[in-house]
């Protein structure tokens, strides 16, 4: 899956249901979907599945010490500033939700980002906020260069003999040396970047699109799930 609309809606859809709810069935059928359309997606799984599952169980573990509600008392403990141990069922009930709700946005969102192409994702989003767009998508592409860049230098430095030292403290000042070359290069770069686009013509005249893939058929079933997903939420 490319296109960046079909999983687009159906993420926005899941989110909008957990958050439109407080059903707690309703909310765990979301959760349950956000799983299934984040198995869907290419790997890696196990790192946003520990993010969403260590999220989610800090919102419900947390929720019942910082809210007032519910009758149903399971243990009646003191109260302070900011801190209440009185624990009641739906204090509990209510934390699980909203820690559910918090997981599905979780996985939906990193679903979207790994099943929409992000060179299409990039060019939808122009079309709203075109500068913003492509300040993200020079960043995105940059990144790496600068991971690159800085690898490099690393590696430069331990062949003259000043990286050899050990521990935290070796750590920061090897960092700190990396600053101003690594500045100086993503400087440099940026300058020949934009030349490269003013020898292009960006910002000469009106912006042209390469014209888009018609949808497959498991893209047209997933922008109708997230159709109806919209429509039921």
């Not at 009930?93 to 979207?112: K, N, P, S």
């Not at 403290?169 to 500045?183: C, W």
Request: aromatic share 4%.
């Amino acid at each position: 899956m490319k296109a960046p609309v079909p999983p687009l809606l159906c993420a926005l859809a899941l989110i909008v249901i957990a958050l439109a709810t407080s059903q707690p069935l309703v909310v765990a059928a979301a959760l349950l979907s956000a799983l299934a359309l984040h198995h869907a997606a290419p790997p890696p799984h196990r790192l946003m599945l520990r993010i969403a599952l260590i999220s989610g169980l800090f919102i419900a573990v947390l929720n019942p010490f910082v809210a007032v509600e519910g009758d149903h008392v399971l243990f009646a403990g003191p109260s302070f500033w900011l801190i209440d141990f009185e624990i009641t069922s739906e204090e509990i009930l209510y934390g699980l939700v909203a820690g559910a709700r918090l997981a599905t946005a979780i996985l939906a969102t990193a679903a979207f980002l790994r099943l929409a192409d992000p060179d299409r994702t990039q060019a939808l989003a122009s079309r709203i906020v075109p500068r913003s767009a492509l300040t993200v998508a020079l960043s995105a592409r940059l990144a790496p260069t600068l991971r690159r860049d800085a690898s490099g230098l690393r590696e430069t430095l331990r062949l003259r003999g000043t990286g050899a030292e050990r521990g935290r403290r070796a750590a920061i000042r090897q960092g700190t040396r990396l600053i101003e070359p690594l500045v100086a290069s993503s400087l440099e770069r940026g300058i020949d970047i934009s030349e490269a686009m003013v020898a292009r013509g960006y910002g000469a005249g009106r912006l042209t699109r390469l014209p888009e893939a018609p949808l497959q058929r498991n893209e047209q079933v997933a922008l109708l799930c997230g159709i109806v997903g919209l429509l039921v939420a």
